[in-house]
């Protein structure tokens, strides 16, 4: 049996709906704009798309405590109300993706003032949805760590201002722990569970043993999978292509990964002379570039224009990226196993994150949490991705655990970069657990 130590209590920090698009249609040159004079064009054009929910309980008293989630991590804009039942009164997210893919990647001012731009009329609108006026929030529940500074900022100081004025509860929030809780308010899932958090910003292996009491068993030492598929999808130049208009990067990578073949261009798996449960994908993207910088090559083409070969290379992409994946999981399941963090029956792997809502990816987890005896478990779509309704949920669960509920904001801040948990992944290397192959995961050979 693994001894770990307990999780310290901590007081202080640790969409089904209609969208409406706010800003005109406007193509951006590279080539005669700067980064900064796209920025400012982008903000003067408009806004992004909105989706609300309505609630069936819209109008009707709420006698359950009620939390008031809000969410500015990185470029949505969220806010959602939830009672201690787990229903989700009203909800409300504004979208900044059409705007950044048209600048080539997340511009951190744009994303700034856009949250700016908005966030007022998101939180109105969730507790509009829901018929809830703030007098009757137990709580206020905000994402305050890790994300883009900028983007945090914006929704601190928010919230701060609306607790100070109502006299309300704040419950500060870890994105990272907001995605993993999340599947408590779908499916009742009881702790320990192990979990993946795949993103475009985080990439985590960890053992959920309560609301705050994380085991860290490993994560990304560069980059997340979902920031290098959006950049493999910038370098094909996939917004070109005619099947994946407005799509993002990693969208329109699974998209045309359905009609290739990942036999064609095979890439070298990272970290295989590595034991642990680690994540790299800085590599494997230097060797994806390399590959469409040949083909270009042979093709006789500049960069910009699309390769014949484009769903071959994108299915090739994702089938690597999804092995790595599995690998390191399934090496989380054997230490989890051989140290009884687990329970022997009923185990479960609970995959979230926007990552989490690619199918490819889904389908091998599944097919290795089937081989092990483990549920597998996925929050729905929408909930994989950033969104109010998740921060909200932890909100309501810290409030029940009595686990960092502040009488005031005052002296919170932000913080850009925060773990999630103790962190145990020396003592995985250290058993250097080696994988036996598994023939039934050849499903990606398919």
């Given at each position: 049996?693994?001894?770990?130590?307990?999780?310290?209590?901590?007081?202080?920090?640790?969409?089904?709906?209609?969208?409406?698009?706010?800003?005109?249609?406007?193509?951006?040159?590279?080539?005669?704009?700067?980064?900064?004079?796209?920025?400012?064009?982008?903000?003067?054009?408009?806004?992004?798309?909105?989706?609300?929910?309505?609630?069936?309980?819209?109008?009707?008293?709420?006698?359950?405590?009620?939390?008031?989630?809000?969410?500015?991590?990185?470029?949505?804009?969220?806010?959602?109300?939830?009672?201690?039942?787990?229903?989700?009164?009203?909800?409300?997210?504004?979208?900044?993706?059409?705007?950044?893919?048209?600048?080539?990647?997340?511009?951190?001012?744009?994303?700034?003032?856009?949250?700016?731009?908005?966030?007022?009329?998101?939180?109105?609108?969730?507790?509009?949805?829901?018929?809830?006026?703030?007098?009757?929030?137990?709580?206020?529940?905000?994402?305050?760590?890790?994300?883009?500074?900028?983007?945090?900022?914006?929704?601190?100081?928010?919230?701060?201002?609306?607790?100070?004025?109502?006299?309300?509860?704040?419950?500060?929030?870890?994105?990272?722990?907001?995605?993993?809780?999340?599947?408590?308010?779908?499916?009742?899932?009881?702790?320990?569970?192990?979990?993946?958090?795949?993103?475009?910003?985080?990439?985590?292996?960890?053992?959920?043993?309560?609301?705050?009491?994380?085991?860290?068993?490993?994560?990304?030492?560069?980059?997340?999978?979902?920031?290098?598929?959006?950049?493999?999808?910038?370098?094909?130049?996939?917004?070109?292509?005619?099947?994946?208009?407005?799509?993002?990067?990693?969208?329109?990578?699974?998209?045309?990964?359905?009609?290739?073949?990942?036999?064609?261009?095979?890439?070298?798996?990272?970290?295989?002379?590595?034991?642990?449960?680690?994540?790299?994908?800085?590599?494997?993207?230097?060797?994806?570039?390399?590959?469409?910088?040949?083909?270009?090559?042979?093709?006789?083409?500049?960069?910009?224009?699309?390769?014949?070969?484009?769903?071959?290379?994108?299915?090739?992409?994702?089938?690597?990226?999804?092995?790595?994946?599995?690998?390191?999981?399934?090496?989380?399941?054997?230490?989890?196993?051989?140290?009884?963090?687990?329970?022997?029956?009923?185990?479960?792997?609970?995959?979230?994150?926007?990552?989490?809502?690619?199918?490819?990816?889904?389908?091998?987890?599944?097919?290795?949490?089937?081989?092990?005896?483990?549920?597998?478990?996925?929050?729905?779509?929408?909930?994989?991705?950033?969104?109010?309704?998740?921060?909200?949920?932890?909100?309501?669960?810290?409030?029940?655990?009595?686990?960092?509920?502040?009488?005031?904001?005052?002296?919170?801040?932000?913080?850009?970069?925060?773990?999630?948990?103790?962190?145990?992944?020396?003592?995985?290397e250290e058993d250097a657990i080696k994988l036996p192959k598994l023939k039934k995961i050849r499903?990606?050979?398919?």
């Amino acid at each position: 049996m693994l001894v770990v130590p307990e999780m310290p209590r901590q007081d202080a920090p640790g969409k089904a709906g209609q969208c409406i698009q706010f800003f005109p249609r406007r193509k951006y040159q590279a080539g005669f704009l700067t980064m900064r004079s796209i920025a400012k064009s982008l903000w003067k054009q408009g806004r992004a798309a909105w989706l609300s929910s309505s609630s069936a309980s819209s109008g009707k008293q709420h006698p359950g405590k009620l939390v008031l989630g809000i969410e500015t991590s990185c470029d949505d804009t969220g806010a959602a109300v939830v009672d201690d039942a787990g229903r989700v009164l009203g909800e409300a997210l504004h979208c900044q993706r059409e705007i950044h893919l048209q600048a080539g990647g997340i511009i951190p001012l744009v994303a700034q003032q856009l949250h700016r731009e908005n966030i007022e009329q998101v939180v109105k609108e969730a507790l509009r949805v829901s018929g809830v006026s703030v007098h009757q929030l137990a709580a206020v529940a905000t994402t305050v760590k890790p994300g883009l500074a900028l983007s945090l900022e914006v929704g601190l100081q928010y919230s701060s201002s609306l607790v100070s004025r109502y006299q309300k509860a704040f419950i500060p929030i870890h994105h990272m722990e907001a995605h993993a809780l999340t599947i408590r308010l779908t499916q009742p899932v009881d702790f320990p569970f192990l979990v993946l958090l795949l993103s475009g910003g985080h990439c985590i292996l960890a053992v959920a043993r309560g609301v705050s009491d994380f085991l860290l068993l490993g994560q990304s030492i560069d980059i997340a999978p979902g920031d290098m598929l959006d950049k493999v999808a910038r370098r094909l130049s996939l917004r070109k292509h005619p099947e994946c208009h407005g799509m993002a990067g990693g969208k329109a990578i699974e998209h045309l990964a359905q009609t290739g073949n990942q036999n064609q261009h095979p890439f070298r798996l990272p970290l295989q002379h590595y034991r642990n449960c680690d994540f790299s994908f800085s590599g494997l993207q230097s060797l994806v570039n390399k590959a469409i910088e040949q083909k270009e090559k042979e093709e006789g083409i500049q960069e910009g224009e699309i390769l014949s070969c484009v769903e071959d290379l994108a299915a090739a992409v994702q089938h690597a990226v999804a092995l790595h994946i599995i690998q390191r999981t399934y090496r989380a399941i054997l230490f989890c196993r051989k140290h009884g963090i687990l329970p022997s029956k009923n185990a479960a792997l609970v995959v979230s994150g926007g990552v989490a809502s690619n199918q490819y990816i889904r389908k091998g987890l599944q097919t290795l949490a089937d081989v092990n005896d483990f549920a597998f478990l996925c929050p729905p779509p929408r909930l994989c991705t950033d969104n109010g309704v998740m921060i909200a949920w932890n909100g309501i669960e810290r409030l029940r655990a009595g686990l960092g509920v502040l009488q005031s904001a005052e002296g919170i801040r932000y913080e850009p970069k925060a773990p999630l948990g103790i962190d145990i992944s020396k003592r995985v290397e250290e058993d250097a657990i080696k994988l036996p192959k598994l023939k039934k995961i050849r499903w990606l050979a398919s």
